[in-house]
């Protein structure tokens, strides 16, 4: 069987993205319609890669907070590479094992 392990971050958690009290009311939209595409079970890898794309580009051009993105890069990326990572593993045609492990402490 297939195993596939790439260092996760709690960097990279959905929550990062901004919901609470947005400055304008389609910021929310904005942000709700991004979770909503990286929470999606049939995402496929072209689309979470325009998506990574878009954001270096609104990143680049100064406008990621008003286009609803977070103002981490480190945390998309981890993002990115978790998405990626569930993406792989529902393509291949044995289950993998499929594992994001954090390399920061845990709580028990």
């Not at 990279?12 to 901004?18: D, Q, T, V």
């Amino acid at each position: 069987s297939a195993r596939i392990v790439n260092i996760g971050s709690a960097a990279g958690r959905l929550s990062i993205f901004p919901t609470p009290k947005p400055t304008k009311s389609t910021d929310r939209m904005k942000s709700t319609d991004k979770l909503a595409m990286l929470s999606d079970p049939l995402l496929c890898l072209d689309s979470l890669s325009g998506m990574m794309e878009e954001f270096v580009s609104d990143v680049e051009g100064g406008r990621h907070k008003e286009k609803g993105w977070p103002n981490t890069c480190y945390g998309m990326s981890k993002i990115g590479v978790i998405a990626m990572t569930k993406v792989i593993a529902r393509h291949e045609s044995q289950p993998p094992s499929e594992g994001s492990p954090s390399p920061s402490p845990s709580r028990h």
